[in-house]
């Protein structure tokens, strides 16, 4: 038996239980063919070998090169249920994940809560210094073969290249090279088409919600029960959705992860949202027909009433994230937005402190607050949440007075469940946002609300996040993350769009600038 020099930098198995790795009670008796390690060729008979994988704590992190092994660290074991009640569920390969299950399994999974175990030595600094863990592209956080490695340096030197000149390079067929270069696609290092790779800058996947909003306005004042001349607009919305183009359009490369129906609306929601600049390759295509949201407003611009479809949003489970796991993986940042269901939202913020990545959690209504709350925890460590008031309120599980002390108490306890930053939203009232450094100590800063002219407050919360996300990820502190964030905003109620098209960074500092020379 051989191994051939292989390097294996993380084991992503080590987010499956620990029993049946190679195996799960609940499928058909009879013969299974063995799975290999990730990143290792076996040759002859493979027993000694995975016997010996075994034998390694799963707390260890292995780096399987120039045929021996060594330990080089630490990652955390995450427990996904016992996964001989759940055969399938979440298992390491694409193949694996995609195989039927019996009836119910699926559901019984993602009814589960998913623990993760952390040595105490980790708690502590899991809160602190998490943008200090921002980590490189790829090669720091995704397994690539040795061959998946010739050929990003190749793509490197001519991102032109195709697959027959690859092959010719490198000595092997072109159809070798489609499958490497598909898998290279799959954890993210290539980008879309053309073999765009995974840029220097930071990056940032956004699982969230996406749907199509419908908006009628009527010509008059409406007359209920009977037909208005009006007129609609239909265009690409959804929290998630409007967070990731927010973000692509002020530069940060960003990648989508959210359900959508095989219908015209899901056909037209990923082509808008890849024309925006975001990487739409994760989406999550389901039999749930794509989340509408219909608003008819009166002709003063109020809302009259307003009807949501968003069932392919609220279906979402665990196992139609698995395809995503690399991506999310090596990413430098992570945002979560609250219309994901519990389940997917744990597992997510499980996955992400097993893998070391900065959360950002947008709790997005009251109710979506109260459902999350369970879910905060110091195991969980996050790097941001932004609430409103009222969602802080229904976080802490308390009223919260409209005060900055009273504000800046409720805060202090979120720092307790391992947020680092906690900025809450205020309306004209500015933002208020609670900071824990790497000391412990709390500070506070209260940012008034920039001057602007009100046109429409759709999208501004959106845009308010994806702005402080940028402003983070490019090495802003906290503070400047929201006064930038705040900027954002107030440029998006001064437009009539959801999302304002011609939003950038660069707009964004000069009215800050702007507003700082004429205080």
């Known amino acids: 038996m051989q191994l051939r020099p292989r390097l294996l930098h993380r084991r992503h198995d080590a ?43 799963d707390h ?12 080089v660290g630490h990652v955390l074991t995450v427990r996904v249920g016992e996964q001989r009640r759940h055969a399938g569920v979440l298992e ?66 001519d991102p032109l290249l195709d697959a027959a000149a690859l092959a010719d390079r490198l000595g092997t067929t072109k159809a070798s090279v489609a499958v490497h270069l598909s898998n290279l696609a799959k954890k993210g290092v290539i980008l879309g088409r053309g073999y765009v790779l995974q840029p220097d800058r930071r990056s940032v996947v956004v699982v969230g ?6 908006k009628a306005h009527s010509r008059e004042p409406a007359v209920l029960r009977t037909s208005n001349p009006g007129a609609a607009v239909t265009t690409p919305g959804g929290v998630g959705r409007n967070i990731a183009e927010n973000l692509a359009r002020m530069g940060s490369p960003t ?81 979560v937005e609250g219309n994901i269901p519990p389940a997917p939202a744990v597992w997510l913020l499980d996955y992400a402190a097993a893998c070391r990545v900065p959360v950002v959690v947008d709790p997005v209504s009251v109710a979506k607050a109260a459902a999350l709350a369970p ?15 009222d969602e802080l309120a229904a976080i802490v599980g308390r009223a919260v007075p409209h005060t900055t002390p009273s504000v800046a108490k409720a805060a202090r306890e979120v720092h307790d469940l391992g947020v680092r930053h906690v900025w809450v939203r205020r309306g004209l009232a500015g933002s208020t946002l609670s900071s824990l450094d790497d000391d412990g100590r709390v500070h506070v800063t209260h940012l008034p609300a920039p001057r602007t002219a009100v046109v429409d407050v759709t999208g501004a919360g959106d845009s308010m996040t994806a ?53």
């Open 92 to 157: 390491p390969l694409p193949q694996q994940a995609q195989r039927p299950l019996r009836a119910g399994v699926e559901e019984q999974a993602d009814g589960q809560c998913h623990h993760l175990t952390m040595a105490d030595q980790h708690q502590g600094a899991q809160r602190k210094g998490l943008l200090k863990k921002i980590k490189k592209p790829y090669d720091y956080k995704v397994t690539l073969t040795q061959r998946e490695r010739e050929i990003v340096d190749l793509l490197r030197l």
């Open 209 to 214: 919600g996406a749907n199509m909003d419908i």
């Open 255 to 335: 990648h989508l992860v959210a359900p959508v129906g095989r219908d015209s609306f899901g056909e037209e929601l990923m082509e808008a949202t890849r024309g925006s600049g975001v990487v739409v390759d994760h989406m999550v295509t389901t039999a749930d027909p794509t989340g509408t949201y219909l608003a008819v407003m009166d002709a003063d611009g109020e809302l009259l009433v307003a009807v949501s479809n968003m069932s392919c949003t609220d279906n979402l489970t665990v196992r139609q994230l698995a395809g995503a796991r690399d991506l999310i993986a090596h990413c430098d940042l992570l945002v």
């Open 467 to 519: 702005a402080f996300v940028h402003a983070l990820l490019r090495g802003d502190s906290a503070a400047d993350a929201a006064a930038f964030g705040q900027m954002a905003a107030a440029l998006t109620v001064a437009s009539p769009d959801t999302v304002r098209p011609d939003i950038s960074a660069r707009l964004v500092d000069a009215e800050l600038r702007a507003a700082k020379e004429n205080a």
């Open 15 to 57: 987010l499956l239980p620990d029993q049946d790795r190679r195996g799960h009670a609940g499928h058909q008796p009879g013969p299974a063919a063995p799975e290999e390690p990730e990143g290792v060729e076996v040759q002859g008979d493979g027993t000694a070998v995975r016997q010996a994988l075994d034998r390694l704590p």
């Open 375 to 389: 879910a905060l925890s110091p195991e969980r460590p996050l790097l941001a949440l932004t609430p409103n008031k």
């Open 60 to 71: 260890l992190h292995v780096e399987l090169t120039e045929h021996r092994i060594r330990e």
